[in-house]
């Protein structure tokens, strides 16, 4: 096997990775979805789609550690051409060793389920206070009142946010391209990022930090909707 055909494989595979994000995304709205118009009375649906959204946390955290497994032996096989034999298991038992330290409650620490339960527990909690509207013009109504009570714009872009990401540690909002952008130029530069919010005093933004906020996503395109 040449090192070329693994690189082409791993560039598969984090092609089918990008695809688990996008489907967790999908499966994220279709439980907001039913959380706004059944509430709590589909809570069956609820726990199933949660449950689809662990296996691909799980399946997304394989794909993750293999392919940090194979680039990490085949960095080590390019500097000693003698191994390249044993590459099929010499990733076989670094894969399993990693993977039998691993832990099904670590897997509730992934963004997308973090983000998932966070966005259902408050769509739930909106219809449960009775302030979801119950006719299209009340929605209309509220939708108003929701958009000019939050700010959808980025602090970096200064433009309404496609993606908006939720900091957990500060609770502001950026949008996903710029703040991850951001992040990747300061790790380049080997210095910390500060919150670019005016006054926020948080002055240490990881990637680990941040969780999509399927909630407001959805109001930023409800607001582009009835823009348009």
Request: hydrophobic share 35%; charged share 25%.
């Given at each position: ?178 703040i991850l952008e951001m992040i990747r130029n300061r790790l380049s530069q080997k210095k910390k990022l500060r919150c670019p919010v005016v006054g926020c005093d948080n002055t240490d933004v990881k990637q680990g930090d941040l969780v999509l ?16």
């Amino acid at each position: 096997m040449s090192l070329s055909t693994v690189h082409t494989t791993l560039s598969s595979l984090k092609t089918c990775q990008a695809d688990i994000g996008t489907g967790m995304d999908i499966v994220t709205d279709v439980a907001l979805d039913l959380a706004e118009t059944a509430g709590a009375e589909n809570e069956a649906g609820l726990e199933k789609l949660e449950l689809m959204m662990l296996d691909c946390a799980k399946l997304d955290r394989e794909i993750n550690c293999f392919v940090g497994v194979v680039e990490c032996v085949t960095a080590e096989v390019s500097n000693q051409p003698e191994t390249m034999f044993n590459l099929k298991s010499l990733v076989k038992d670094k894969f399993t060793e990693i993977q039998s330290r691993l832990s099904d409650e670590e897997l509730q620490n992934h963004n997308k389920l973090v983000s998932f339960k966070e966005s259902v527990r408050n769509a739930l909690k909106t219809v449960n206070s009775g302030t979801t509207a119950n006719t299209e013009e009340e929605l209309d109504e509220d939708i108003a009142v929701t958009q000019s009570d939050v700010n959808f714009t980025c602090p970096l872009t200064q433009v309404d946010m496609v993606n908006p990401m939720k900091n957990k540690k500060c609770n502001h909002h950026y949008d996903q391209d710029a703040i991850l952008e951001m992040i990747r130029n300061r790790l380049s530069q080997k210095k910390k990022l500060r919150c670019p919010v005016v006054g926020c005093d948080n002055t240490d933004v990881k990637q680990g930090d941040l969780v999509l906020d399927q909630m407001m996503k959805r109001q930023i395109q409800r607001k582009q909707s009835s823009m348009t």
